[in-house]
């Protein structure tokens, strides 16, 4: 079993930058892809940014050159930082994680999900 705990979130004006990062622990060899997903209220939880255990970032267009994906596997952390943020990204960010080594951008590709950390923009 591996456990995903998110920090970070909280409220941020337009334009400004957040991140949010993730501890894992437990069985942390399960944890070849790590990724972002978020939800907004009333919509599905949707792919935000993937990283694999050798570094390579996948973005969902609507974040792509304004989120940074990384991770640090020492620390078994993966990080999201997060800038020129617009109120549509207000929502709860979710960590997840998976230990196949494809990429996928489908939420119930992944096996371990903490429990979200909200971030709001303000307008």
């Known amino acids: 079993q591996v456990q995903l705990v998110e920090s970070g979130g909280g409220l941020v004006q337009a334009g400004g930058s957040l991140r949010v990062s993730c501890a894992a622990s437990?069985?942390?060899?399960?944890?070849?892809?790590m990724a972002w997903f978020r939800q907004a209220p009333g919509e599905e939880r949707e792919f935000v940014a993937a990283?694999?255990?050798?570094?390579?970032?996948y973005y969902a267009d609507s974040v792509k050159g304004r989120f940074a994906i990384s991770r640090d596997n020492a620390k078994n952390t993966v990080y999201l930082q997060m800038n020129s943020l617009k109120p549509e990204d207000t929502a709860v960010y979710y960590c997840?994680?998976?230990?196949?080594?494809?990429?996928?951008?489908?939420?119930?590709?992944?096996?371990?999900w903490g429990p979200g950390t909200q971030v709001t923009v303000s307008s």
């Open positions: 437990g069985r942390t060899s399960s944890t070849y892809f």
């Open positions: 997840a994680a998976r230990s196949g080594i494809v990429l996928y951008r489908a939420e119930n590709q992944y096996d371990y």
């Open positions: 990283i694999s255990w050798s570094h390579t970032s």
